[in-house]
Structures are given as C-alpha cells and as structure tokens.
C-alpha cells in the first residue's frame, strides 16, 4: 500500500503525463488541487472537458479555434495580402502575441521528415496553395523553426510556389543570433544564418 490514498496517487500519475511534469511536480499540483477549495478542481474538470469538446481546427488556417473560421480569418482587417506559414499552433501563437504582425496566417501541423514517413501529403500544404488565389495572397512568409525539419520544409514550399504561383512574393523571417546572445556559445547553424541574413547598415 502506498503513502497516499488511490484517488490522489491516481491524479500524481494523470498529471505526470503531462509533458515537462515530473513526479515531485505532479505530487506538488495534486496536493496543491486538494488543499484548494472544490471550486478550483470543478473548473479545471470543466475546462478539460471543454477543451476536448469544443477546440477543433479552423477550416481556412488550420489553427486552433471554437469557432470556424476562427477569429483570425474572419477579421477583414488582417486580409492584407500576407500569410505566414507557421508549423505549430503553439508557433502561430508565439507570432501574435509579439503585436507585430497582422496579416494572416496557415498552420502545417509539422515538417517534413522522411525517416519518420511525414511527407507533403501529411502537412496542410495543399490546402496552403488553395488559398493563394482564393485570398488574392501576394506574399507568402515562411516562418517554420531554424531546424533541419524546418528548413527542408520552407525550401521545398518556396519551390512548390515558385513553380505554381510564380506572381507570389516568398520570404523567410529572419534567422540567426538573438538579442543578448553570445556568439560563442552559438551552433553552426544559427552562425551559418546570422552571415546569410545579414543587413547593411545605413550611412
């Protein structure tokens, strides 16, 4: 018999399935939920559930939303042209909250990644070419993660574009060395990207 009862050594384990949650941590929530008062463990029950209820993909972008098409592509303010190709909704995310950026946006849902049998066909890409010419999309910013897996992928969709809608502008969002960062303890790639981008500077 363990130290604690079986209903709590059972919320120890749902929370250790989270990633980055270990068990110290998993054990820590799980009492911190019981020293709390009912409402707190109703309102997480709730939004669990709602969330396995409610969320679905948007069937333009491909982003997460309650409702279809999610807020984004409905606004008539952010169809300025623009669309930014992110891989994750987690990415898309992280681009809107900067407040930079207003345009709109498509969510691949991964990278291409031939040892693990991801092909084209398994990412949003073909639902990506639909809307060039459906939005009147006069450019195409590829903003998939500096790994291997990401640029594989933005090289072989700036080429699928460049072959099929050759009239559309493609860039890619800047790479290389972040703000406060030190060059030695910077990888070859982030190196290799920070010397292809680089700006002149102004006289």
């Given at each position: 018999?363990?130290?604690?009862p079986e209903p709590l050594v059972e919320l120890v384990d749902q929370f250790s399935k989270l990633p980055g949650i270990g068990q110290k941590s998993a054990t820590r929530m799980?009492?911190?939920?019981?020293?709390?008062?009912?409402?707190?463990?109703e309102g997480l029950a709730r939004s669990l559930i709602e969330v396995k209820e409610k969320i679905r993909f948007c069937s333009v972008c491909f982003n997460l939303t309650d409702k279809d098409p999610c807020a984004i592509?409905?606004?008539?303010?952010?169809?300025?042209?623009?669309?930014?190709?992110?891989e994750t909704p987690g990415d898309q995310m992280a681009l809107e909250e900067s407040?930079?950026?207003?345009?709109?946006?498509?969510?691949?849902?991964?990278?291409?990644?031939?040892?693990?049998?991801?092909?084209p066909e398994d990412?949003?890409?073909?639902?990506?070419?639909?809307?060039?010419?459906?939005e009147k999309i006069k450019e195409v910013i590829l903003a998939t993660n500096p790994t291997?897996?990401?640029?594989?992928?933005?090289?072989?969709?700036?080429?699928?574009?460049?072959?099929k809608n050759p009239g559309v502008k493609i860039s890619r969002i800047a790479?290389?060395?972040p703000m406060g960062g030190d060059l030695k303890f910077m990888d070859t790639m982030t190196l290799q990207h920070a010397l292809k981008s680089r700006v002149q500077i102004p006289q």
């Open positions: 018999m363990g130290i604690y799980a009492l911190f939920v019981l020293r709390s008062n009912r409402g707190l463990a592509c409905r606004d008539d303010q952010r169809a300025d042209g623009t669309l930014c190709v992110v407040g930079v950026y207003r345009g709109r946006y498509h969510v691949l849902h991964g990278v291409l990644s031939p040892l693990d049998g991801i092909g990412l949003k890409i073909d639902r990506l070419l639909g809307r060039l010419e459906r291997t897996g990401g640029e594989t992928t933005a090289s072989f969709i700036a080429g699928l574009l460049s072959e790479l290389g060395v």
